[in-house]
């Protein structure tokens, strides 16, 4: 038998339709499945227009938001996912890209794929990034 419990951080804008975060705890382990997170600030707007760097910092930062408050950590994130408008932009970016990452991952490195994608539901949005964590 598991519990099963929505992750929705004051931190975050309200989330409407979805939540943030599913935490699934059984005997022994916890899974948070996180859902897509983009560079959205408290208020739900997308921070950085244009700039998929920092937009990766804030997605990530959003991320770092719902382990906290499914008391996790970043170490704890087994699988995501990627999603960017442009893997020019991302290529062209990479050594910024891997300074923001090591900034909130350290030198942690899930099972990842990124995936190139021509929209995604905010016009403004460049990243997309979704997983899941266990402890």
């Given at each position: 038998?598991?519990?099963?419990?929505?992750?929705?951080?004051?931190?975050?804008?309200?989330?409407?339709?979805?939540?943030?975060?599913?935490?699934?705890?059984?005997?022994?382990?916890?899974?948070?499945?996180?859902?897509?997170?983009?560079?959205?600030?408290?208020?739900?707007?997308?921070?950085?227009?244009?700039?998929?760097?920092?937009?990766?910092?804030?997605?990530?930062?959003?991320i770092?938001?719902?382990?906290?408050?499914?008391?996790?950590?970043?170490?704890?994130v087994?699988?995501?996912?990627?999603?960017?408008?442009?893997?020019?932009?991302?290529?062209?970016?990479?050594?910024?890209?891997?300074?923001?990452?090591?900034?909130?991952?350290?030198?942690?490195?899930?099972?990842?794929?990124?995936?190139?994608?021509?929209?995604?539901?905010?016009?403004?949005?460049?990243?997309?990034?979704?997983?899941i964590?266990a402890?």
């Amino acid at each position: 038998m598991s519990d099963k419990r929505p992750i929705n951080p004051p931190d975050l804008a309200p989330p409407i339709g979805f939540a943030h975060g599913w935490l699934v705890e059984a005997p022994g382990v916890r899974t948070l499945y996180l859902a897509g997170q983009c560079a959205h600030d408290a208020s739900g707007t997308i921070v950085a227009a244009g700039d998929l760097v920092a937009q990766l910092g804030q997605a990530l930062d959003n991320i770092v938001c719902v382990l906290r408050a499914a008391e996790m950590e970043f170490d704890d994130v087994v699988q995501l996912n990627l999603y960017v408008r442009s893997r020019n932009d991302y290529a062209h970016a990479r050594r910024e890209f891997g300074r923001a990452w090591q900034a909130r991952a350290g030198k942690h490195f899930p099972a990842m794929a990124m995936f190139q994608v021509s929209s995604l539901l905010d016009a403004e949005a460049l990243i997309e990034i979704q997983g899941i964590a266990a402890n």
